[in-house]
């Protein structure tokens, strides 16, 4: 895939994640997924486990993303973006901004590794007020 479709697959990728619809998140990644942020405690494999892993957040988290800036690896197969997300707490309360990257490796058009970095303290701030 080349530097453009790479880029247009990202923003297809957060726009998935921004309708939180866990269906539609899910079709972006491969069956055999390898999935890891900063709340997963470990990694998350496969559609079925992930797709636990986003009911639960979905339900728990407004969340808004937005990309910043898309790095794609040579040979087509990723990239890294740097991205900005609001997230707030479902049940109310203040909503915080979080700057982070991804890294993610593609199998054809679909997702098969997406490792997310964020500093994870910046949430306790959303929950505790």
């Known amino acids: 895939m080349d530097a453009r479709a790479?880029?247009?697959?990202?923003?297809?990728?957060?726009?998935?994640?921004?309708?939180?619809?866990?269906?539609?998140?899910?079709?972006?990644y491969t069956e055999d997924l390898v999935y890891v942020d900063a709340n997963t405690r470990g990694t998350v494999n496969g559609r079925k486990a992930f797709s636990r892993y986003l009911s639960k957040l979905f339900d728990a988290w407004k969340m808004q993303w937005s990309i910043k800036e898309f790095h794609p690896f040579e040979g087509g197969n990723g990239g890294a973006f740097l991205w900005r997300a609001r997230l707030g707490p479902v049940g109310g309360g203040p909503a915080v901004e979080i700057d982070g990257m991804d890294l993610v490796l593609l199998r054809g058009n679909l997702l098969a590794r997406n490792e997310v970095y964020f500093d994870r303290a910046l949430l306790a701030q959303a929950l505790a007020a």
């Not at 790479?6 to 726009?15: F, G, N, P």
């Not at 921004?18 to 539609?24: I, L, P």
């Open 6 to 28: 790479l880029e247009q697959r990202a923003y297809e990728v957060i726009e998935a994640w921004n309708t939180q619809d866990v269906a539609r998140v899910v079709e972006c």
